[in-house]
């Protein structure tokens, strides 16, 4: 098995943290907004604040590192 190159990993990751943040952007921002919104109306919690952006971002670009990183470690 082959070392692992860290830094690929690291801006790999970057890479794939913004492509999820654009994915995350178009799909959960325009195409499903209003179900969205009437899902949470109906389980009776408040919708998404502004203030909890920062940490989905944020959850996106450590989920495209360890996803490059998953598939850096289980290449042959």
């Not at 913004?18 to 921002?29: A, C, E, P, T």
Request: hydrophobic content about 65%; glycine content about 8%.
């Amino acid at each position: 098995m082959g070392k692992i190159n860290l830094q690929k990993v690291i801006v790999g990751g970057l890479i794939a943290g913004v492509v999820l943040n654009i994915v995350d952007f178009v799909l959960f921002g325009v195409v499903l907004k209003d179900q969205m919104a009437a899902a949470m109306t109906a389980l009776n919690r408040p919708a998404m604040t502004n203030a909890q952006v920062p940490r989905f971002v944020v959850l996106d670009f450590v989920a495209g590192v360890f996803l490059v990183w998953l598939y850096a470690a289980i290449r042959p």
